[in-house]
C-alpha cells in the first residue's frame, strides 16, 4: 500500500458542470501525477506537479486544471465537464528523479452524462 | 504517434505455462522501463523495472529482457498462476528529473487454469 487515497470513487456528473477529483498521499512524496485510462490508449498524463504550488501539463492537459497547495494533496479540476471526459482517473506519486517507481492510486470512474 | 507499443491486446496461456508479453518503443533516448500489472477496478501496481545498462532483470517468476538496438523489451512471468490473470502496461521513463512516464496500451493477460 503506497499510501494514496483518491476522492471521490466514484461519479457521475452532467455535461458543462465543474468536477474537482481529490488525490491525498501520506508518503511525503515530492512527485505526484494525474492520468487517465481510456480503452485504447492506455493512462496518459494529463498533469504533474514538482512541488508545493509547482505544476505543468501533461500529454493531454487540454479542459483539466490543477493545483497543489499541500505537499499531501494534488487537485483535479474539470472546470466544465465534456462526454470526453468519462474516463478513469488515477493519481500517482513518486520520490522522482533518475530511476524512479510510480506508485498509483486505486482511481476515480467519472461518467459525463 | 505511440512511443511505447503493445501490439498485443490479449494473450492466453495454460496455468504452469510461459507468459511472454512484449513491448516495442521508438525513442532510443528512453533509458529506463517499468511493467505494471492491473486488476479491474484497481490502480496499477508496479512489478520489475529494467535499466539500460543492463539487458536482463529478474524478480522471482519474473524477468524482463531489454534489447535496446531492436527497441523492444518483453516480460517473461514463468510459470503463469491464474492469479497472474490481469492487464500488464510497459512504460518507458521520458527522461529529466520529473519521472514522466510514457505507457504502453495494455495486454490483457488470461491464465487458463
Known amino acids: 500500500d503506497a499510501g494514496i487515497t483518491q476522492s471521490p470513487r466514484h461519479k457521475v456528473t452532467e455535461t458543462g458542470t465543474p468536477v474537482t477529483l481529490r488525490c491525498h498521499q501520506t508518503e511525503n512524496h515530492r512527485y505526484m501525477y494525474w492520468y487517465r485510462q481510456d480503452p485504447g490508449h492506455g493512462l496518459r498524463l494529463i498533469h504533474y506537479s514538482y512541488g508545493v504550488k509547482d505544476t505543468d501539463k501533461g500529454e493531454v492537459s487540454d479542459g483539466y486544471s490543477v493545483s497543489r497547495s499541500k505537499t499531501e494533496d494534488f487537485l483535479l479540476t474539470l472546470e466544465s465537464a465534456t462526454s470526453s471526459q468519462t474516463s478513469v482517473y488515477f493519481c500517482?506519486?513518486?520520490?522522482?528523479?533518475?530511476?524512479?517507481?510510480?506508485?498509483f492510486g486505486p482511481g476515480t470512474r467519472l461518467t459525463v452524462l | 504517434d505511440q512511443q511505447v507499443k503493445q501490439n498485443s491486446p490479449s494473450l492466453s496461456v495454460q496455468e504452469g505455462r510461459i507468459s511472454i508479453l512484449n513491448c516495442d518503443y521508438t525513442n532510443s533516448m528512453f533509458d529506463y522501463f517499468l511493467w505494471y500489472k492491473k486488476y479491474p477496478a484497481e490502480g496499477p501496481t508496479f512489478l520489475i523495472s529494467i535499466s539500460s545498462i543492463k539487458d536482463k532483470n529478474e524478480d522471482g517468476r519474473f524477468t524482463v529482457f531489454l534489447n535496446k538496438s531492436a527497441k523492444h523489451l518483453s516480460l517473461h512471468i514463468v510459470p503463469s498462476q491464474p492469479g497472474d490473470s490481469a492487464v500488464y502496461f510497459c512504460?518507458?521513463?521520458?527522461?529529466?528529473?520529473?519521472?514522466?512516464?510514457?505507457f504502453g496500451t495494455g495486454t490483457l493477460l488470461a491464465v487458463q487454469p
Open positions: 512504460a518507458a521513463d521520458a527522461g529529466g528529473a520529473t519521472n514522466k512516464l510514457i
Open positions: 500517482a506519486i513518486s520520490v522522482g528523479g533518475r530511476l524512479d517507481t510510480q506508485y
